[in-house]
């Protein structure tokens, strides 16, 4: 929260820096407390908000009224914070004084409340975002690895198919070369036997 505040009051500083060359020069470039009462009385009469009317009262302890002008201009010392604050001298800490800073320069979102909601809401955002990031890689990578599974399978599956051609072939050319071969030694032995048996009879007579 403390790193919120500050970045609520460097945000209210540089908004201040655009602000006091715009309408409200005179009050806002050479600040004073008493340029800025005045300053913020001339705001509050211009249909403040409610959380603007909760501030002014948070700080000045009294309602806005414009019938009490005259009383009004008796707290000037509580502007002292913000005087110093827009000119560099001190770091408020009170988020009161703060907020009304934010006030007289039309910083939004205001009070601070609001804008620590939006600052957790985008940190929320960017957190669900590196989430969903993290996920589509997780997913992608799921996806690549299980592609290259099924590029591994096809191949091994191609590869197994070339060599159960290759066995197949193997095997039929064996069982049609085979029978021959035992066919044409079987017919030379025959003739052999043959030749022989005629040759013996021949020799007896």
């Not at 403040?48 to 002008?69: A, G, H, M, S």
């Not at 590029?151 to 064996?174: A, G, I, Y």
Request: aromatic share 10%; with cysteine; proline share 3%.
């Amino acid at each position: 929260m403390n790193n919120t505040l500050e970045e609520y009051k460097k945000a209210i500083k540089i908004k201040y820096e655009i602000e006091k060359e715009g309408e409200y020069f005179d009050f806002l470039h050479h600040p004073s407390r008493g340029k800025l009462r005045d300053l913020c009385w001339l705001i509050f009469e211009d249909n403040p908000t409610q959380d603007d009317l909760k501030v002014f009262r948070n700080l000045l302890c009294v309602d806005f009224d414009y019938t009490q002008k005259n009383k009004f201009r008796n707290q000037k010392d509580k502007f002292r914070p913000i005087e110093t604050f827009f000119k560099g001298e001190t770091d408020p800490s009170n988020i009161d004084a703060i907020n009304l800073a934010a006030v007289i320069v039309d910083f939004q979102p205001r009070p601070f409340k609001k804008f620590n909601e939006k600052c957790r809401i985008e940190e929320a955002k960017q957190v669900k975002n590196v989430t969903a990031e993290i996920d589509s890689n997780g997913i992608e990578k799921n996806v690549l690895v299980k592609n290259e599974n099924e590029e591994s399978r096809e191949v091994s599956q191609k590869r197994n198919s070339v060599l159960n051609f290759k066995d197949l072939f193997s095997k039929t050319m064996v069982q049609k070369i085979y029978p021959r071969k035992i066919i044409t030694v079987a017919v030379g032995a025959v003739a052999l036997v043959s030749s022989a048996c005629l040759y013996l009879v021949q020799k007896k007579s």
